[in-house]
């Protein structure tokens, strides 16, 4: 099963979301056939507003070339566009808050 991973909050920034999804990743990767989208720029608020459209792009270019079979989202302001990019390509998701 090939999933992808889709978060925000990465190293090389600090804090516990960040180290949540890094230890996840790693976890799902040991399991699975895991691609990892990540920002891991700073948690500024300006940031957001850049990371965003970034991963949305990044993600719908990554699923048109397909091998997807879940899109996993690790961050709830990514959500929506997770179950965007999910409806558009008739790919299960799952998002973790």
Avoid at 23 to 46: C, I, N, V, Y
Wanted: charged residues 20%; contains cysteine.
């Amino acid at each position: 099963m090939k999933v992808l991973f889709i978060t925000r909050k990465f190293s090389p920034s600090i804090g516990g979301m960040e180290l949540f999804a890094r230890d996840l990743s790693q976890a799902l990767a040991a399991e699975t056939d895991l691609e990892l989208l990540k920002w891991g720029g700073h948690g500024r608020f300006m940031a957001v507003f850049v990371a965003l459209p970034y991963l949305f792009f990044k993600a719908f270019f990554r699923l048109l070339r397909g091998g997807i079979d879940v899109i996993h989202i690790q961050d709830g302001l990514l959500a929506p566009g997770g179950r965007i990019l999910a409806f558009i390509f008739r790919k299960p998701c799952v998002v973790v808050i």
